[in-house]
């Protein structure tokens, strides 16, 4: 399953050259990831009200080309893994409408509760595991 979601690059976003500063990809990685669970029907709020955190445990980025200031973006969500333990995301960033990715990213999270890793209920497993579909 493959997840699209589009951002137009704000000037915030950006340096004094009007090129998208690298952290700002990583925010965008999340943008996707979070609109790929709430596609399987995954609330992360009532998740964290269940009492479990999804930190990241590993990020990635490659940056083949910049982005720039008012650029309209699509963020590519793909999974790699879904399991009752953890989560593994690939991301690829590009202008609407062009094939040339401009920036490819990764990133690990595991579920916890209480500070330990967890396995996830059956309540989100059923509901994650379709994403691989």
């Given at each position: 399953?493959?997840?699209?979601?589009?951002?137009?690059?704000?000037?915030?976003?950006?340096?004094?050259?009007?090129?998208?500063?690298?952290?700002?990809?990583?925010?965008?990685?999340?943008?996707?990831?979070?609109?790929?669970?709430?596609?399987?029907?995954?609330?992360?709020?009532?998740?964290?009200?269940?009492?479990?955190?999804?930190?990241?445990?590993?990020?990635?980025?490659?940056?083949?080309?910049?982005?720039?200031?008012?650029?309209?973006?699509?963020?590519?969500?793909?999974?790699?893994?879904?399991?009752?333990?953890?989560?593994?995301?690939?991301?690829?960033?590009?202008?609407?409408?062009?094939?040339?990715?401009?920036?490819e990213g990764t990133s690990t999270n595991v579920f916890t509760?209480?500070?330990?890793?967890?396995?996830?209920?059956?309540?989100?497993?059923?509901?994650?595991?379709?994403?691989?579909?």
């Amino acid at each position: 399953m493959t997840v699209k979601t589009t951002y137009r690059v704000k000037f915030f976003d950006t340096d004094t050259f009007e090129i998208v500063h690298h952290s700002n990809y990583i925010r965008w990685f999340e943008t996707g990831r979070v609109e790929f669970l709430r596609v399987l029907g995954i609330d992360l709020n009532e998740m964290m009200s269940d009492g479990i955190l999804f930190p990241i445990i590993e990020i990635g980025a490659k940056f083949h080309a910049p982005a720039k200031f008012d650029d309209e973006l699509e963020i590519e969500t793909t999974a790699e893994a879904l399991t009752k333990a953890k989560m593994k995301f690939n991301y690829a960033i590009r202008k609407v409408g062009e094939e040339k990715i401009l920036t490819e990213g990764t990133s690990t999270n595991v579920f916890t509760s209480n500070g330990k890793i967890c396995r996830l209920p059956d309540k989100y497993s059923v509901r994650l595991a379709r994403g691989l579909e």
